[in-house]
Nanobody, 113 residues
Framework: QVQLVESGGGLVQPGGSLRLSCVVS???????MAWYRQAPEEQRELVAV???????NYADSVKGRFTISKDTLKNTVYLQMNNLKPEDTAVYYCNGYVTTTDWGQGTQVTVSS
């Protein structure tokens, strides 16, 4: 059973930055990975994807502000979030992109003044 452990969330003011990390319990070398988020009373949405070759794609709402990256030696996926906005407030999760496994607990990001 694959385990996903997200961390790095917190409370930040608008315009601030956070870096999220996701440690995966198995190799991500050949897998496309993604970050997702779920705001209160909303559906989970895809935020960013990184392919096995390192190609990245982003939701329009975060393009130019968020950067997804990975360290395959550490089986860790990162999400650098800059210029955060109140509408970025959500629980953030990582998981596979093509296929998903059981979801982790996520990490709460709250953007508020």
């Amino acid at each position: 059973q694959v385990q996903l452990v997200e961390s790095g969330g917190g409370l930040v003011q608008p315009g601030g930055s956070l870096r999220l990390s996701c440690v995966v319990s198995r190799s991500i070398f050949s897998r496309s990975m993604a970050w997702y988020r779920q705001a209160p009373e909303e559906q989970r949405e895809l935020v960013a994807v990184i392919s096995s070759s390192g190609t990245t794609n982003y939701a329009d709402s975060v393009k130019g502000r968020f950067t997804i990256s990975k360290d395959t030696l550490k089986n860790t996926v990162y999400l650098q979030m800059n210029n955060l906005k109140p509408e970025d407030t959500a629980v953030y999760y990582c998981n596979g992109y093509v296929t998903t496994t059981d979801w982790g607990q996520g990490t709460q990001v709250t953007v508020s003044s």
